[in-house]
């Protein structure tokens, strides 16, 4: 115990209030912490066995930022913080300094929470609630924050930058596409040296993809009551620091692994998108745990209700992250920047993004985040995606978001859901989507990539249990299979789930197809769920985010089956046609307005009789079968061939009967098939017509001079 020291000591100088966090700069390491409302801030020195050696007090506090710097300080050391002010929760305080806390800035954390009594700033069972104050001590359950040296060997890497109109992102978990993978190391499964392994860089890039977007990569924690009951946190939405990756997906327990994993995607022209949780910490309600930001400066970091003892919870989680408050927004941009500039990430996707544009009055495209973000040198050149929903007031914004933003689009995943599982009526609404929802985000001079189109995605069924239940199937979340969507928009069509009918079989093979196809051939920016492209089955859990285990780890043993590897097949075909044909993927939004020079229109919609679709087709319930002719004649058409006209038509029959088309007429002949879902080869018969079997597409070519 005597080698334990606490307070003030001579080494300790009074360092810089910039930059916040923990830096290392050659000689020592600076630290600095943002509180406006703590009275005094102890930095906490552990060594590797998680024993506290030292405390010291931060002796200086400039602009509501606590600085010291310890010139004996190097990488590898671990630390915490432990903040003085008042505990009044009635008034939004909640500091303890008997609780460690972990720096917002930490790059690097060691070990995961361990789940006691002592992690709370109120003692638990008491009658007073969080009322009452806890001297417990939580160090020994806590991780520990480590002083990282950034330094780092590029080499030659480049970021791809690949333009908005190519973009293919493909969304996975570094967990979920790497645990059973055969050609990966035990020791790397799971982790971000598996992603950076020529087996997965190979499928991605051969699949024509060109970007991976990661679920939560930050340093998160898993849910107590879930631990409880033998699961997990599974997809991450339930961070804790924003600048540290998790120390789950790491094997070599440094960051430089992230940027080996980053430099090897790069290498390959692929690029990384990180889902990203800004909207709230998993520090939980006014019963939650004290982990960092609440016992740091609870009523600078979180929005509190009128009655400040309670939070605003327009997250679903309990609390919400105030980026009306400037340390708060501070910091969010400083993660940002720093994944950027230090990390080299491509983009961002952010959660429940409605939250980010939240200001008191209500959502503002052109509030505080947005317009930091917006104006940002560094931040306005790469992706930035939003989920533009929450379950706030006012929370749907599909659409409503700044230029320069993309959205992930609902509406087109419901549409083509709908349209293909046979729904009457569907066909005007799938029209507006196909195009790139000029509805939605034909404003501000944004462009049809503003619509990340989707048909899966993490949350909800994969691409094979959409044709394959009627229903969830979740009970083992442990909930009675009460959580999850209960409207999927699915068909099992003819059996619950697994089945070796092979009709059955055929016909969800063939509706796999038509729902990938539609998706990328869609104009928009397309995303594909990891493991669509082979049939991953989740066995009818629409809610995996518990689930850290065989039933959402994709299974490359199955995904090397002859069907498996034959839907793979037809992905990379239409992914080749999309980079191929710039028709597929046009920087501008349709028009579908005669010329009137040459007398044609960029796009034509037709019956099958080949008539052009009046408002009575369209009004037609049962109007079941429809041809979209993309026409490379018109002067708005974008790419073209020397010397020749590249036109396609895309033939869509959703009815449960085959259909004829007419196609084209005497100056336009489509006699190339670039693309079918139907099993049979299709072919033109003598008049120009082709015949689609029931739930079938197929995209044809024709040239002209």
């Not at 409880?228 to 939405?237: A, I, K, Q, S, V």
């Not at 804790?240 to 327990?253: D, E, H, K, V, W």
């Not at 044609?600 to 429809?626: F, V």
Request: aromatic residues 10%; proline residues 5%.
């Amino acid at each position: 115990m005597s080698s334990r020291k606490w307070g003030q000591t001579s080494r300790v100088r009074e360092g810089r209030p910039y930059p916040l966090g923990a830096t290392w700069d050659g000689l020592g390491v600076n630290f600095a912490l943002y509180s406006r409302h703590a009275t005094r801030v102890e930095l906490c020195l552990f060594d590797e066995r998680g024993r506290e050696r030292e405390r010291i007090v931060l002796p200086e506090y400039t602009d509501e930022i606590w600085h010291g710097y310890l010139p004996d300080a190097r990488p590898g050391q671990r630390y915490g913080y432990r903040v003085h002010g008042p505990y009044a929760p009635r008034d939004g305080h909640r500091f303890n300094p008997n609780k460690l806390l972990l720096d917002p800035y930490a790059k690097q954390l060691a070990g995961e929470i361990r789940w006691a009594p002592h992690l709370f700033g109120y003692t638990v069972g008491h009658r007073d609630g969080d009322l009452s104050f806890d001297r417990r001590d939580s160090a020994a359950h806590m991780p520990k924050c480590v002083v990282v040296d950034p330094a780092f060997s590029w080499g030659a890497e480049r970021a791809p930058a690949t333009p908005w109109d190519r973009t293919v992102i493909y969304e996975a978990h570094v967990r979920g596409l790497t645990m059973q993978h055969p050609d990966i190391p035990e020791s790397e499964r799971g982790t971000f040296s598996a992603l950076r392994h020529d087996a997965i860089v190979d499928h991605l890039a051969g699949l024509g993809v060109t970007a991976i977007e990661l679920l939560p990569v930050h340093a998160f924690v898993d849910d107590q009551h879930l631990l409880e009951r033998g699961l997990r946190n599974y997809w991450g939405y339930n961070s804790i620091g924003f600048f540290a990756p998790n120390p789950r997906y790491q094997s070599l327990g440094t960051v430089a692994e992230f940027k080996q994993m980053v430099a090897r995607l790069h290498h390959a022209g692929l690029e990384l998108i990180m889902d990203v949780v800004y909207n709230h910490t998993a520090e939980g309600n006014e019963l939650g745990p004290t982990l960092s930001f609440k016992g740091i400066d609870n009523a600078s970091y979180y929005r509190l209700a009128d009655d400040r003892r309670y939070y605003i919870n327009d997250t679903g989680t309990g609390n919400t992250f105030d980026l009306t408050n400037a340390g708060a927004l501070r910091m969010v941009m400083d993660s940002l920047r720093y994944w950027v500039t230090e990390m080299r990430v491509d983009g961002f996707r952010f959660d429940l993004a409605t939250i980010l544009g939240r200001e008191r009055h209500g959502f503002d495209a052109s509030g505080s985040f947005m317009d930091a973000v917006r104006q940002d040198p560094v931040l306005n050149q790469v992706k930035l995606i939003a989920e533009p929903w929450d379950i706030g007031p006012g929370g749907y914004q599909l659409g409503a978001f700044a230029p320069g933003w993309a959205e992930w689009n609902d509406r087109f995943r419901d549409t083509v859901r709908s349209l293909w599982r046979g729904d009457a009526g569907k066909l005007p609404e799938f029209a507006s989507r196909f195009t790139g929802s000029a509805d939605l985000f034909n404003h501000h001079g944004r462009r049809p990539t503003a619509s990340v189109n989707f048909v899966t995605a993490h949350d909800g069924f994969t691409l094979h249990d959409l044709v394959s239940y009627d229903g969830k199937h979740n009970e083992a979340n442990g909930e009675d299979n009460r959580d999850g969507h209960s409207d999927n928009l699915s068909r099992n069509h003819g059996a619950e789930g697994e089945t070796d009918d092979p009709a059955i079989l055929s016909v969800r093979a063939q509706q796999m197809r038509n729902l990938l196809a539609t998706l990328l051939l869609s104009q928009g920016t397309p995303m594909l769920l990891a493991g669509d492209e082979f049939g991953h089955s989740q066995q009818g859990n629409n809610n995996a985010y518990c689930q850290d285990n065989p039933l959402t780890w994709i299974d490359w043993e199955k995904a090397a089956t002859p069907s498996a590897q034959a839907q793979a097949a037809f992905v990379r075909r239409a992914l080749t046609l999309r980079r191929r044909y710039g028709l597929l993927r046009r920087n501008r939004f349709l028009r579908g307005e005669v010329d009137s020079e040459t007398g044609i229109s960029d796009i034509r919609w037709c019956a099958a009789s080949g008539e052009p679709m009046q408002e009575h087709h369209w009004q037609d319930p049962g109007l079941s079968a429809l041809t979209i002719v993309l026409d490379g004649r018109s002067p708005d058409s974008g790419l073209r061939e020397p010397g020749r006209h590249l036109s396609l038509a895309l033939l869509i029959n959703t009815g449960s009967e085959a259909a004829h088309f007419s196609v084209g007429d005497d100056t336009l002949k489509f006699r190339r098939v670039l693309l079918q879902t139907p099993e049979q080869p299709l072919e033109c018969d003598e008049q120009g017509g082709w015949t689609l079997p029931a739930g079938s597409l197929c995209l044809l070519a024709a040239s002209s001079r």
